[in-house]
């Protein structure tokens, strides 16, 4: 094997140049392994256009990609879970095991978290990385690395339907239908919900809501969305609301659509950090207001029902580059929103 590898380097905003670079050694409970398929994030997009998220503020040289799969080429002398030529995906974040956070089972709050391409952690837009062997999953034979790659997001949907506790027979509205509102929208179903209402401004994303499941689905360029939501339970509301198109007016619609009783699932990052709410509507009706920060412990179940067959993560995918065309296909799922869901580097 030759000692370095292909490196996808963000230089500078706007800008991917490929470097060598060596290829890194695994430590004793870590494995190496050769990436296949990398998922272009919206954070990696953000990361790359504007140069921050919040406090997060790239310092080049930096590598973005976090949503990833891969064969394991080497292992550590002390890693009995995996073997060289096992197919896997690795979840991205590698939490420090010791904190509050951690003991309790929330290691997505550890403030000590490791976590892929968030600044100054590198990603993995590179042909090698090792990772520690236990937050990598092998997958089934039947599923391809681009699908495995998607475990992550998937993550995301599946961890705020579990925060929520749904419930089947329950109303569900999903304002975003972008690749993590219909990887929520996969997970309700996966969860047992029928009655699920998927909001988005690009008809292929609300044709995909559509082909995946959603039973109702609303373009809000061309109706009320408060309005439709009203006439589709009633008048009565929906019994959960999760907003994952990380808007300041889809934010404090929330609170306008859901009943009683009901939950309000904060997913999408707005671009300012204060949004007027209605907190009188949250609290005479009692509303459960949750905030969704990456996941935790979903991984098992993830990858149980990606090789159960239980869920579609290969219909998302739209468009492919390859690794040397990473920087390419940043600006393009930057610039091509309304004609794309799922953008992958393939190595
Ligand atoms: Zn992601
Ligand atoms: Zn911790």
Not at 14 to 29: A, L, S, T, W
Not at 179 to 202: H, K, M, N, W, Y
Not at 207 to 213: M, N, P, V
Request: hydrophobic share 40%; glycine share 10%; charged share 25%.
């Amino acid at each position: 094997m030759a000692d370095t590898m292909k490196v996808a380097v963000m230089t500078g905003i706007g800008q991917i140049e490929i470097e060598e670079r060596p290829i890194p050694i695994p430590k004793e409970d870590e494995v190496l392994i050769r990436i296949k398929s990398v998922g272009v994030c919206g954070s990696d997009v953000h990361y790359f256009v504007e140069g921050k998220i919040g406090d997060y503020i790239v310092k080049p040289p930096f590598i973005l990609g976090h949503e990833c799969s891969g064969e394991v080429v080497e292992i550590g002398s002390r890693v009995e879970n995996l073997q060289p030529g096992d197919r896997v995906t690795m979840e991205p974040g590698i939490p420090c095991g010791k904190c509050d956070y951690c003991r309790s089972g929330r290691y997505n709050l550890c403030p000590n978290v490791v976590f892929w391409a968030t600044p100054p952690v590198d990603g993995v837009f590179c042909e090698y990385v090792t990772h520690s062997a236990s937050f990598t999953y092998p997958i089934a034979p039947e599923v391809s690395f681009e699908e495995a790659a998607l475990v992550e997001p998937l993550s995301v949907g599946f961890y705020a339907s579990g925060r929520a506790k749904v419930e089947p027979g329950r109303v569900a509205l999903i304002l975003g239908s972008g690749p993590i509102g219909l990887v929520t929208l996969e997970s309700l179903i996966a969860r047992g919900l029928t009655q699920i209402i998927s909001v988005d401004i690009f008809d292929l994303r609300l044709q995909k809501a559509k082909e995946l499941g959603a039973r109702w689905v609303i373009n809000a360029k061309e109706e009320e969305v408060t309005q439709r939501v009203k006439e589709i339970t009633q008048g009565r509301g929906v019994d959960y609301v999760f907003e994952t198109a990380g808007g300041v007016s889809t934010t404090q619609s929330t609170v306008e659509v859901v009943k009683k009783g009901g939950k309000v699932v904060l997913v999408g990052l707005p671009s300012q950090s204060r949004v007027e709410l209605d907190v009188i509507k949250i609290i005479d009706g009692e509303l459960d207001v949750l905030g969704i920060f990456r996941y935790a412990n979903t991984y098992p179940g993830c990858v149980d029902l990606l090789n159960a067959g239980r869920v579609d993560l290969a219909s998302l995918i739209t468009h492919r580059f390859s690794l040397e065309e990473t920087g390419e296909a940043l600006k393009f799922a930057h610039e091509h929103k309304a004609e794309s869901i799922k953008v992958v580097v393939n190595l």
